[in-house]
């Protein structure tokens, strides 16, 4: 079993849509989860951390929880520009482990 | 610029060539990671340097690879003999220490023939 699963998508939706990404991990030692995108043969890019509490940066809104080792990603008022690949990661130590990513296509 | 850069940006060599690749990270971090992506995965963790201590080795870091952080500041990572299965981005980041956050350089896109 992959440490961190995600579904690879696609996901093709409409401008305006809200799309929602799921991940779930098996190292229940992990402390820290982030999402990262990466855009077609770019490096990976800090979209957000995600927290107990949940967190929300505009049109995106993260959530954890720890009893079920599952960690979510909400895209509000999807824009072609968040047209990407999502990568959901947990960090144990200190490396950080990467899901394969989920590909989101917005469409005009 | 002053995020994590890394050179050359694109490597195309023989299967069997020796290739070395140069990590740049953001000036006040003290820790350099390196990880390899392949096509349709996500980045998997090679090593990571504490300013010049190789701190943690990935079992995927074969024998034939070998990476250096002398001073503590730039760091090369080096693929002896390299392999067609070799052929990958490498990528390279950088963070504080006590801080699971890291900022990725362009990489360094590797294809072996």
């Known amino acids: 079993r992959k440490e961190v699963e995600q579904d690879p998508g696609p996901f093709n939706v409409p401008e305006g849509a809200t799309v929602a990404f799921n991940c779930t991990y098996s190292?229940?030692?992990?402390?820290?989860f982030f999402w990262y995108r990466q855009d077609c043969r770019k490096e990976p890019k800090l979209l957000m951390s995600?927290?107990?509490s949940g967190n929300e940066d505009g049109r995106f809104t993260a959530q954890l929880n720890r009893a079920s080792q599952y960690i979510s990603l909400l895209i509000r008022d999807s824009k072609l520009s968040d047209s990407a690949t999502y990568l959901c990661?947990?960090?144990?130590?200190?490396?950080?482990?990467f899901g394969k990513g989920t590909r989101l296509s917005v469409i005009a | 610029d002053t995020g994590v850069s890394q050179n050359p940006r694109h490597k195309i060599t023989k299967r069997g060539q020796n290739v070395t690749f140069r990590c740049d990270p953001i000036?006040?971090?003290?820790?350099l990671y390196w990880y390899r992506q392949t096509l349709g995965q996500g980045p998997e963790f090679l090593t990571y340097f504490q300013n010049e201590a190789q701190l943690e080795k990935s079992r995927l870091l074969s024998d034939r690879f070998s990476a250096e952080r002398p001073k503590g500041s730039f760091s090369t990572l080096e693929i002896q003999r390299t392999e067609q299965g070799d052929s990958a981005m490498y990528l390279c980041?950088?963070?504080?220490?006590?801080?699971?956050?890291?900022?990725f350089g362009p990489g360094t896109r590797l294809t072996v023939l």
């Open positions: 980041a950088s963070g504080r220490a006590f801080s699971d956050t890291q900022y």
């Open positions: 990661v947990c960090s144990g130590n200190t490396p950080l482990v």
């Open positions: 995600v927290y107990s």
């Open positions: 190292n229940s030692a992990s402390q820290s």
């Open positions: 000036s006040e971090h003290n820790r």
